[in-house]
């Protein structure tokens, strides 16, 4: 079984969002798996589950630390990082990449950068990621309403609105995440 932790210290950056599109892409695709919430203030359209025959389990965590975080990050078989498009949320998540680095320093990080738009603190803080993380996966969400549309109607934005650039970048995002863990799904 393969174990995505989906981490960052600070709160509102995306975890739940990443965890939810990522299980929404295994119902889509019917492979069973585990779904753990350990974040405590819910908000996951996804009920806690262990399925049987699971392949992949996928664990939301809460924004901020936790002294379970440095094993939950040992038992990673891929660490996923989401994160806004601010300096301001770096600290927060430079913190979370430096736990990352010191209890898993094998285990291979994907980075969501949430909330692209076309600003340019959002540009500057892309070429910051490129320059500090060449050759890292980033994918990038997009600043949608359309994220916000499908969970009010608990859908995945790949379902709701398949052809809008949120649902696109999200499926972009969830393949790269399936490629990474060598599944084919």
Known sequence: MKNILV????????KTLVSDELAF??????VPYNFY??????????EPVEMDGAEIS???TPGSLQGEMGEWIKDADLII???RPTTTDMPATEVTLELV????????????????????????FLEFMNE??????????PQSEAFTQSRLANQSVAS????????IATRIFTDGVWKLLGLDI
């Open 101 to 124: 680095k010191d209890n898993a320093p094998d285990v291979p990080v994907v980075y969501v950068v949430n909330g692209i738009n076309r600003f340019r603190a959002t540009q500057e």
């Open 7 to 14: 981490i960052n210290r600070k709160g509102g950056v995306g």
């Open 160 to 167: 709701y609105n398949a052809k809008h650039p949120a649902a």
């Open 58 to 60: 996928i664990v939301d």
């Open 132 to 141: 500090e993380h060449a050759g890292e996966p980033i994918y990038c969400l």
């Open 37 to 46: 919430d350990l974040d405590g203030q819910g908000g996951t359209l996804h």
């Open 25 to 30: 892409a295994l119902d889509a695709k019917n």
């Open 81 to 83: 990082v989401p994160m």
